[in-house]
């Protein structure tokens, strides 16, 4: 999950930036007349994206790491184990092996 959080990132940014760079003149400039409807659609679209990278890059991974089947890897962050109940090895709760 880190590995490909990691590969995606710079494409993701690259995308979110350009597109980011392309709204920012109506954001900026968009209480000039004529354009006065282009200010709030500027400003709800580049909020979504600077959301929507935010979760994609850092929410989304450790959700889940945190709801995936065998759970965060050992020696991870404690924020990705809390609330799991510690589960023994089968060895050390004294069950034999078949």
């Known amino acids: 999950v880190v590995a490909g959080t990691r ?8 995308a979110t930036v350009a597109t980011a760079v392309a709204v920012l003149p109506f954001v900026v400039f968009g209480t000039l007349a004529g354009e006065e409807i282009l200010h709030p659609l500027a400003v709800v679209a580049l ?8 979760l994609t890059l850092f929410v989304l991974p450790a959700l889940y790491l945190r709801v995936a089947p065998g759970g965060a890897p050992p020696g991870s962050h404690p924020l990705l184990t ?12 004294g069950h034999a092996e078949r």
């Open 7 to 14: 590969e995606m990132a710079v494409p993701l940014l690259v």
């Open 47 to 54: 909020g979504g994206l600077v959301t929507s990278t935010l």
């Open 82 to 93: 809390w609330g799991r109940p510690r589960v023994p090895a089968m060895k050390e709760a």
